[in-house]
């Protein structure tokens, strides 16, 4: 596998080569500023040999590595770590990179190399080359990194893996706010950098972790909540399971009227109920409507056999239900029904229930035990706090109608932490 591999290797011609001799401690670079980020570890690279500048006494701190030239750079650093001789241009022998690529390969550096190695590597396919360069549990955590920290970053790739570790050990940090850059090119500050902390020769970075969004819930992930959100906002209680939906809102404010025999309580737990709704950043409210021709919602208080008559025969056997129309997913009018021949105690849950449907998360969730639209369960009264999130999210200015699973996940990923 290694011949054949050297072999495909030796097709490629790479433009650009790059000096890789030792460098005295007394080098300068032209275009490293003093004051530059990179300045300390590009020096500090330099002076023990593992990285050098061009003959014209530049460094070219953003010039884009190729995928030979950072398996190089991680065969030296791996080489520097382990006290091996390190490879230099007296150990070359056919194409300048093909000891490296060799080397790389063998202790499992890399487990493959594109065709086509002067292609540009990317931040992230060079975190999980550098995170080769010693065993996970090699690298001393400094820093506590929580999943989706980095809102690029996600899934459970080797690549996610070699990111987070890293961050953990003080290696890598992000290219801006909550963001790693996993596609953009490999810079050779960016390189030097990661050599220099990985070899004890530069700081290494401490993350401090940003104060978290009004919305985060100690616990409660990202991809969970996002899955969370699917559930129940981006299906039909009544369709097709299986097919994509859009979100599905009101963007007008709700005057209802309410029509049938609602009790006291109905309407103590009614009133309670749509003060703590009012109070979401962005819910464009509900009240009960000054004059008829103002209501979009009828809220009914009525028997199993009314309800049935309102709302249709797929609500046989349910304690209540709701169904609404809309526009360009903009919900404009609905109907809520409350089934008033069932006890008073679960007429208080269904309630709360049936206008939580109503507001957009249409299907019941069968995995948050707590929620007040739990599929088994009508003893739930209160909403939990992943019940407000779910609406926090859904009535975010940004949130519109229509929009995919796609873009539901990206922007609760920006909002979320």
Avoid at 268 to 294: C, H, K, R, W
Wanted: net charge negative; aromatic share 14%.
């Amino acid at each position: 596998m290694k011949k054949l591999i050297s072999i495909v290797l030796a097709l490629c011609i790479l433009g650009g080569m790059f000096t890789i001799g030792v460098s005295a401690a007394s080098t300068a670079f032209s275009d490293v500023r003093h004051d530059a980020w990179y300045y300390e570890p590009i020096m500090a690279c330099a002076n023990a040999g593992l990285v050098a500048g061009n003959q014209d006494g530049t460094y070219a701190p953003d010039r884009i590595l190729t995928w030979a030239e950072t398996i190089v750079f991680a065969v030296r650093l791996t080489q520097y770590i382990k006290g091996e001789h390190v490879y230099s241009a007296a150990d070359q022998t056919g194409l300048w990179y093909s000891i490296y690529v060799d080397y790389a390969l063998e202790n499992h550096i890399v487990w493959y190399v594109p065709e086509n190695v002067k292609v540009a590597v990317t931040r992230a396919e060079a975190a999980e080359i550098f995170a080769n360069v010693l065993p996970y549990g090699d690298f001393p955590r400094i820093n506590t990194v929580p999943e989706g920290y980095f809102t690029d970053v996600y899934g459970t790739s080797d690549k996610t893996k070699a990111i987070y570790a890293l961050a953990e050990a003080g290696i890598v940090n992000g290219v801006e706010k909550g963001l790693f850059g996993v596609d953009r090119n490999f810079k050779r500050s960016e390189m030097a950098t990661i050599v220099a902390r990985v070899a004890g020769l530069a700081n290494k970075v401490i993350i401090e972790l940003p104060r978290h969004s009004p919305y985060y819930i100690e616990g409660l992930d990202a991809d969970t909540l996002i899955a969370y959100f699917a559930e129940v906002c981006l299906d039909t209680e009544f369709g097709d399971k299986q097919g994509a939906s859009v979100v599905q809102k009101w963007t007008q404010p709700i005057y209802y009227t309410i029509y049938g025999t609602p009790t006291g309580r109905d309407m103590e737990v009614l009133n309670t109920y749509l003060a703590q709704l009012n109070s979401i950043e962005g819910f464009p409210g509900m009240y009960p409507a000054p004059y008829d021709y103002m209501s979009n919602l009828e809220m009914y208080f009525v028997d199993e056999e009314e309800m049935i008559n309102l709302l249709g025969s797929d609500f046989w056997g349910s304690w209540g239900g709701v169904t609404y129309w809309y526009s360009f997913n903009e919900i404009y009018t609905e109907i809520i029904c409350q089934r008033v021949d069932i006890p008073q105690y679960y007429r208080d849950s269904i309630i709360i229930e049936e206008i939580y449907n109503g507001l957009g998360p249409v299907q019941d969730t069968e995995v948050r035990y707590d929620s007040v639209i739990y599929q088994w369960s009508n003893e739930n009264f209160t909403m939990s706090k992943e019940d407000i999130l779910i609406l926090e999210m859904l009535y975010h200015p940004d949130m519109k109608p229509g929009f995919s699973y796609e873009q539901c996940a990206a922007l609760i990923r920006e909002l979320y932490y």
